[in-house]
């Protein structure tokens, strides 16, 4: 940590600065230049109210953190890649990951469906919806126990294993019970007991990144999960609130080799939440993977036009078809290959 | 629901749209313009999926909704404002209502002497975390059931009513056997369990802004508590997530007559956590004032320079004191009073 | 300047770096710490491109500047407010500057009426744009110099000096003989040869700040001006963007309180432009006011509903004349006046 | 344009909106529903201002366009992509044109052998900047013509065009007879008088995207340049301001398939300013072409470490050699080439 003084501070100002420093039990470094003064703080552990406490001295400009908040989930803390089998999917690995299903699971038929769909044309893992968060409390909400029973089914048919959303502590273990892949979504990327429980599970979570989050917080999130004793994170980035509007959200794709530099965790993308707009899927998937994602998270649905959520950034199958030979193309342009062969169920 | 259409659609294209709709139950109107073609969508209820479900239908261009989507919170549906009582205090009436407190309990010294002071100064209301959502798995928590006693201590003394945040529907009971208001801070504002859980409790509750939350989002979010039959629902503004460094959050105003145009709900403002910096609250919780919030709640402690959260946007005592006789002028000077007297406890 | 080593750095790296510092003519400062090996660059003057050089150095994890990147407009290097006159009203004093008038000169009928109204209802100066930047080519783009003639005219009658907008280097002398103030808009914030040429013409200039301009960045845009030795430079915040829709721009009035804080120069608001909405301009205004706000800058028009340009932002003259004696009050609770009474012409 | 009723409206505002709409020769198409009325707009052509002037009007609601803004760079304008040649490099074809230089031209020699190795590489285009927009006045503006003239010393030696930003109207003819391309940067996005100059030269633009500029007035922007019958118009993504500052900007790529639905004009990527880190660049540049940009231009610089301007963005000769042959292998999986083969000069 830094503190730099205000030009024309007062000696006395600056002992106050280096006695509250002190009183931490921390020890200071004192650098005097021609325009600035600037404190270093050095020790350990710094607490981590000092630097919101030391803005209030008199005196004081400002205060800089200069280590991360995070360190579980750091490159520094571990340099290799994080790798996980999820039954015989392995996550992080060289080979790309494609996660596709419905936004919701609806019915039996649809995601039944959908899944061999899936399946056939060369993705890994099914995703469904159970428990869906929604912007109005007059919008579907899922079918619950009887969506994840759907997914067991359709895993139990495919052989693929299910990711799907937990959107509370309550709902903890049932959806540990069916469930091989916690997804806890971006509305819920900083609930932070809901991110402690699902670290005690021990079920492997995916975290995807909040709509305001920037990457510092969202791999201190992360931290909350490992933090209890799982190592088994998997990170999806799928889109941010800026001004833009020709997109549902900003799908920053600058976290994929951000996330890689700082972190060694698996990281993912959904273009589907990512552009909101069905169109902008097939590019911006390709896109993901040119930067180094470690899978895709893609809506798929058999009849867009008649899905209860989210049927407007989903794909039909007919284009996912479409897709997954250029995914294959474009992985295999960096070096990588799609787990799953194109092999009908 | 208004239907664009694209321009070089086919008679063919028209028609599966208009069938789509009919499909759903409602009549369409049809607009052919020089260069545009639009539908107009006739009929209640609309189902909230097919905006996004006629997104995916060929020679469609996009889908405007016209109606809002929220009803509980709407001047519309309910024109006179809303005022409610919170043990002798009134929230949403003529007078300016003042909420000061530290940002966590920290002990009952510290909490009781804010309190004095607070009340002492002329708040009406005292706040302080027993639950903290911290950013890092690393930072002070709160006290717990211990800090809402404290709370409650607090009370008694000093006659003010207390609020404080509740994290998660885990806690609910507890907390809403101590507070007079429940707070469901930022992070949580989506967080829709817990909005349905603070409707059935029947306590009023206060709900903050989430910091990516657009202002129909958040009255949407305030229909999940109100649905249950809580009318009892007080908004507060504390800053979104924007580009500028300079302020911690970007402070947003401009929600409070925008509020007070759309909702009839209470509108209050937290110019701590809106900027982040002490220095800043005095002169933006007048701002707040002058645009007709109606009330503050505001961070005070008694030695921020040894806060364990956020003392870096916390006013000294002594700062409390000069504030107030300004908020009481500005109030003042916009038709208002503040609600408590300055009088020594 | 602080340059941050990544963990696990070698010897060698490290000296590399201190001898690029040392190439720079500057001296080091170098302070290991139990995690963080941190590089204090002492001396001046650090050249502008040594922090981006130093980032690709091998081992340096980040780089950050210490010291701020303007001088002139500084409160640390220029205390006092800075006040100057236009014609004989003060801006930066203690009284609050009001400047009203339309969006577009569109006629000397309708110039000449708004500016009495204005000046009637106590506004001090006129603002009117003869030269109009427009998102699209075919819009109404002013009268040019037939605008600035009608604006003359207009103040010739009322005593009012006015202010407008000058678009680019090519019109300043043209508009430098007619003016009283240069108005810099939003969109011309960072074009640093109208800048200079502003600073050239010793002419007052308003600078407003660009929808995605960081305060700091503001604050040098500034220094172009007054580089060329023109002082009277008065900034004015007109609304940044960001992802809230229910406004047209999210009018940042943090910004009055941290200019105060970081610059001696005066600032003013434009809720007219900060909203985007007429309705919310008299809220704002009396915001802007109580953050301390020097003056404000509001569109008044005879006929809103048939302007040639924002109309939809612009307060009728009847709402202007409400709004005045609340402007006021708010004034006169945060001790200061409105520079001009309100008497008719 | 759809004109939406408040709930509530009278029978006289809604006469007086639609004699409004009628006063400006056009008809009104009215459609009354269960919970809101709306009035759409029919008639060509619509004045711009009539939106903005019927949101004053008693009885409105809101106002929505429903056409767009742009016509000329529109796909339902002109659906077949624009190709253009540059010297003979074609822009917007097949094949994937590479621009790459050195932020600024500092010298001949560092000009010319950047030149030589982005040759070498496989770069069909030079790029480098001879004036140069800086935040604060005190950072290096660039050699001005003695820039071109190394620019064009190197074009010369290499057979390279070139391209190199003009900032404002003054420099538009010298620049002109320079350069094969005329770069109009973010910061002049906006600059509508430099638009429309750089229109009339009959020179190519390359159109980069200002920071906060949303797609639809990007392409109104376009419509400047183009309106002034100079078809040959290239836009450039390169990043939009957003709350992360894990980069320096959010470089959007989803502005490429965006634009290529909207916009029949070659769409290019710099993640050199995109991401404003030069470890960044390799896996965004790859991500760009995978969203189908029709070609990228990245900062090259012989010592970045020595750079009078971004540094930190620019990819060593070492580097950019490497990137190459990742560039050409992710453009065969989406079905190009790239333009230049990589042959030493």
Redesign the interface.
């Known amino acids: 940590m830094?503190v730099?003084m205000?030009?024309?501070y007062t000696q006395e100002e600056l002992e106050r600065v280096i006695a509250?420093i002190e009183e931490a039990g921390l020890r200071t470094?004192l650098?005097v230049?021609?325009?600035?003064t600037?404190i270093?703080v050095?020790?350990?552990p710094i607490p981590?109210?000092l630097?919101?406490?030391?803005?209030?001295?008199d005196g004081v400009d400002s205060v800089?953190r200069?280590?991360k908040?995070?360190k579980l989930p750091s490159r520094?803390f571990h340099p290799e890649p994080t790798k996980f089998k999820v039954r015989d999917v392995t996550i992080g690995g060289d080979e790309v990951v494609v996660i596709a299903g419905p936004c919701s699971v609806e019915s039996a038929e649809q995601t039944l469906s959908t899944a061999r769909a899936a399946r056939a044309a060369g993705a890994s893992i099914l995703r469904g919806g159970a428990f869906k968060?929604?912007?109005?409390?007059?919008?579907?909400r899922g079918l619950g126990e009887e969506g994840l029973k759907i997914l067991a089914e359709a895993r139990a048919e495919t052989g693929m294993p299910i990711i799907t959303e937990v959107?509370?502590?309550?709902d903890l273990d049932l959806v540990s019970r069916y469930t091989d892949i916690l997804q806890i979504g971006a509305?819920?990327c900083?609930?932070?007991?809901l991110l402690?429980e699902a670290g005690k599970s021990g079920v492997p979570v995916m975290l995807k990144r909040?709509?305001?989050v920037?990457?510092?917080?969202w791999l201190?999130?992360a931290?909350?999960i490992m933090?209890q004793g799982n190592p088994n994170v998997l990170l999806c980035e799928r889109g941010?609130?800026?001004?833009?509007?020709?997109?549902r959200n900003?799908?920053?794709?600058?976290?994929?080799?951000?996330i890689?530099?700082?972190s060694h965790l698996p990281i993912f993308a959904d273009p589907s939440h990512?552009?909101g707009?069905?169109?902008?899927v097939p590019?911006?998937s390709?896109?993901?993977?040119?930067?180094?994602a470690d899978g895709l998270m893609i809506e798929v649905h058999p009849n867009?036009?008649?899905?209860?959520?989210?049927?407007?950034?989903?794909l039909?199958i007919e284009n996912f078809n479409k897709l997954m030979p250029?995914v294959r193309?474009?992985a295999?342009?960096?070096g990588r290959s799609v787990a799953a062969e194109a092999v009908p169920v």
């Open positions: 830094i730099i205000k030009i024309g509250r470094h650098s230049g021609e325009s600035t600037i270093g050095v020790g350990v981590p109210e630097q919101s406490d030391l803005e209030v001295v800089l200069v280590t908040r995070y520094e968060p929604r912007t109005s409390p007059y919008e579907f959107l509370t502590p309550y509305r819920n900083q609930n932070f007991l402690e909040g709509m305001s920037q990457i510092e917080e201190s999130a931290e909350y933090a941010i609130r800026t001004f833009e509007t020709a997109t900003t799908f920053d794709l600058n976290a994929i080799p951000v890689k530099r700082l990512g552009t707009k069905w169109y902008l590019a911006m390709l896109a993901a993977i040119a930067a180094g867009p036009d008649h899905a209860k959520s989210d049927g407007g950034q989903s039909t250029q193309a474009v295999g342009a960096v």
